[in-house]
Antibody, heavy 121, light 108 residues
Framework: QVQLAQSGPEVKKPGASVRVSCEIS????????VSWVRQAPGRGLEWMGW????????KYAKKFQGRVTLTTDTSTTIAYMDLRALTSDDTAVYFC??????????????WGRGTTVTVSS | SSDLTQDPAVSVALGQTVRITCQGN??????ATWYQQRPGQAPLLLIY???NRPSGIPDRFSGSTSGNTASLTITGAQAEDEADYYC???????????FGGGTKLTVL
């Protein structure tokens, strides 16, 4: 059974960076992408990007380009999301999810439980 | 604003059928993926591709597309279907992937 275990909650000051990890178990790590999605309090879902452990290829949402880096450690099957220059608008729950890319759709079928990141002075 | 537009709220009587829609130009070329999210939980994949349901998703959930509108239909809504529903597909530039704004479903 595939499981995505995310790191614990974070509290950061404005201007700082945060790293959220997502350990994938029970699966072939290389067969899927790892997507990242966030949700601000009381708001909808927001796609941030995905990373392919097999290729190392990444795709970032335009909104986050230059501020987010998605990586994977193939030796530990852990994916990371690094977000820089935090502001209070980055306060959100951050989810990782297993992603599958097809020609005409992309879906995320297994999700982590989410990591709360709070940005406050 | 979102490249995928959803009604903010929809209601349905228990046992009745409800359609949740998602509009966007990209839906003429790409399928929508549908997610259910209950408060405090991670999203749950409901529908992907033309009309595919992952294992464990009840068959009362179905998906369809017509023109620039994708629809999620719940046939015989249950109390546990009360949740937020999100569509997901390409944005209008066909470069990014985006979620719709979400639809809050109330089961009366």
């Amino acid at each position: 059974q595939v499981q995505l275990a995310q790191s614990g909650p974070e509290v950061k000051k404005p201007g700082a960076s945060v790293r959220v990890s997502c350990e994938i178990s029970g699966d072939t790590f290389f067969n899927y992408a790892v997507s990242w999605v966030r949700q601000a309090p009381g708001r909808g879902l927001e796609w941030m990007g995905w990373v392919s452990p097999y290729h190392g290829e990444t795709k970032y949402a335009k909104k986050f380009q230059g501020r987010v880096t998605l990586t994977t450690d193939t030796s530990t099957t852990i994916a990371y999301m690094d977000l820089r220059a935090l502001t209070s608008d980055d306060t959100a729950v951050y989810f990782c999810a297993r992603g599958t890319d097809s020609s005409f759709y992309f879906y995320m079928d297994v999700w982590g439980r989410g990591t709360t990141v709070t940005v406050s002075s | 604003s979102s490249d995928l537009t959803q009604d903010p709220a929809v209601s349905v009587a228990l046992g009745q059928t409800v359609r949740i829609t998602c509009q966007g130009n990209s839906l003429r070329s790409y399928f929508a993926t549908w997610y259910q999210q209950r408060p405090g939980q991670a999203p749950l994949l409901l529908i992907y591709g033309k009309n595919n349901r992952p294992s464990g998703i009840p068959d009362r959930f179905s998906g369809s597309t017509s023109g620039n509108t994708a629809s999620l239909t719940i046939t015989g809504a249950q109390a546990e279907d009360e949740a937020d529903y999100y569509c997901y597909s390409r944005d209008s530039s066909y470069d990014d992937w985006v979620f719709g704004g979400g639809t809050k479903l109330t089961v009366l």
